[in-house]
């Protein structure tokens, strides 16, 4: 079964692919079937712009479609950057300019009070039916440096506590097995069952 991810962000989909392997899932990417849609995203939660998302792509093609929208919430910055993740530092801030605004906002605040989490909300939806809304989190803390090479944004400034590791610094099988879309997407497999009718 072919899933049309709602994005061209190449590390997401490598994620999912990932994480659905041997479900007979692909996961390919609007470039990869020549659609070029700027779903303009201003829901005021992580679901309506997953929504927003999911349903602009699904008008335009006929297979089920697979929005994701996630980010990171911090307690002591009142749950920002929440929606807002990718573009926290602009428009089109670089995930090292996120981070260093990240850093910057929370200057002064000591570590124990830097909890956070991420969010990833996924939809699935085919035609104008939405077939799967699921929700999945992570708790951590954001450190005062960055931390470890692998993951995207703020991956090497989240502390997974258990591991005592960043998600930078985890390999991608145990990132996935700890994170938020890892969550979100093993509660999505169990019902694709819906879209293989």
Do not use: W
Not at 25 to 45: F, I, K, M, S, Y
């Amino acid at each position: 079964m072919r899933i049309l991810l709602a994005s061209n962000n190449l590390k997401k989909r490598d994620e999912l692919q990932r994480i659905l392997a041997g479900r007979g899932v692909d996961v390919v990417t609007p470039r990869e079937l020549r659609l070029d849609l700027e779903p303009h995203e201003d829901g005021a939660t992580f679901e309506e712009n997953c929504l927003i998302k999911a349903r602009t792509f699904a008008a335009q093609c006929d297979g089920p479609v697979l929005a994701d929208d996630s980010g990171l919430e911090v307690d002591a910055l009142g749950g920002a950057p929440g929606v807002r993740s990718a573009r926290y530092a602009g428009p089109d801030a670089s995930d090292a300019e996120n981070r260093a605004r990240l850093l910057a906002d929370l200057a002064g605040v000591p570590e124990p009070r830097r909890m956070a989490r991420f969010v990833c909300c996924l939809a699935l939806v085919r035609g104008g039916a939405v077939l799967a809304e699921v929700r999945g989190t992570c708790a951590g803390r954001i450190l005062a440096a960055e931390r470890g090479a692998g993951g995207f944004g703020y991956d090497p400034l989240f502390l997974y506590e258990p591991s005592g590791r960043t998600f930078a610094e985890l390999d991608p099988a145990e990132k996935d097995r700890v994170s938020h879309r890892g969550a979100a997407l093993r509660e999505l497999a169990r019902r694709l069952d819906l879209v293989r009718k």
